[in-house]
């Protein structure tokens, strides 16, 4: 049972350009989270997805970043119009419930902007 | 969700007990204590939580005081993969998967 992927590993961008996160969730797992970790930091809950559904979106700021999971394919994190403060490394996890008492969590993806 | 408290680093020699303690005094009734770590540049990885009786599973053991306000993780043979940045985060269990808040956490390092 492969874990959590994430894609593409490292991403570089220039400001004002789009950045495109993918996260693919462990088998069975419906419920998907998106972490920030910016330099030095502990992780930030940005937003929690179940299948079509956005559950919780707290964490994520108000302009630029969305979030899907569509019925079919992975969950996409999109940063419109990125800027340096949104270097970071992004970490997707997915639990088999609403619980969320374990999540599992993929390898990040970094991303950079120039 | 009540805030925790960690010391930043530790250290430990390798094939000893590393004893991480949480401080937790503002936890409420339905709050559990999570422990997840991370190491270096990978995502973390879940470790135990529970409520208040002690829990132990194949990676580690959580030891809760009584009064709940505080906690500590065990890693009963520590070894230098165990090297990491460990976690412990305090949230409602509630069936509506929120979100784990991650703090700074404490470092430990497991030497020769």
């Known amino acids: 049972n492969a874990g959590v992927m994430q894609n593409p590993r490292h991403l570089v961008r220039r400001r004002g350009q789009e950045a495109r996160l993918r996260c693919s969730p462990m088998k069975g797992h419906s419920h998907v989270y998106w972490y920030r970790q910016l330099p030095e930091e502990g992780l930030k809950f940005m937003v929690y997805?179940?299948?079509?559904?956005?559950?919780?979106e707290s964490g994520m700021p108000k302009e630029r970043f969305s979030a899907e999971f569509p019925k079919e394919g992975p969950s996409i994190l999109r940063i419109q119009q990125v800027v340096r403060g949104d270097s970071a490394a992004y970490f997707c996890?997915?639990?088999?419930?609403?619980?969320?008492?374990?999540?599992?969590f993929g390898p990040g993806t970094r991303l950079t902007v120039l | 969700d009540a805030k925790t408290t960690q010391p930043t680093s530790m250290d430990c020699a390798e094939g000893r007990a590393a004893n991480l303690p949480c401080n937790h005094s503002t936890i409420s009734g339905n709050e559990y204590v999570y422990w997840y770590r991370q190491i270096h540049s990978q995502g973390p990885q879940y470790i135990i939580h529970?409520?208040?009786n002690n829990e132990t599973n194949e990676m580690a053991s959580l030891i809760i005081t009584e009064d709940r306000k505080s906690s500590t993780l065990i890693l009963p043979h520590a070894t230098l993969r165990d090297t990491a940045v460990y976690y412990c985060?305090?949230?409602?269990?509630?069936?509506?998967?929120?979100?784990?808040?991650f703090g700074k956490g404490t470092s430990l390092l497991v030497t020769p």
């Open positions: 529970g409520l208040k």
């Open positions: 997805l179940q299948k079509e559904n956005i559950i919780d």
């Open positions: 985060i305090v949230r409602v269990a509630t069936y509506s998967g929120y979100a784990l808040n």
């Open positions: 996890a997915s639990s088999p419930d609403s619980s969320g008492n374990e999540q599992f």
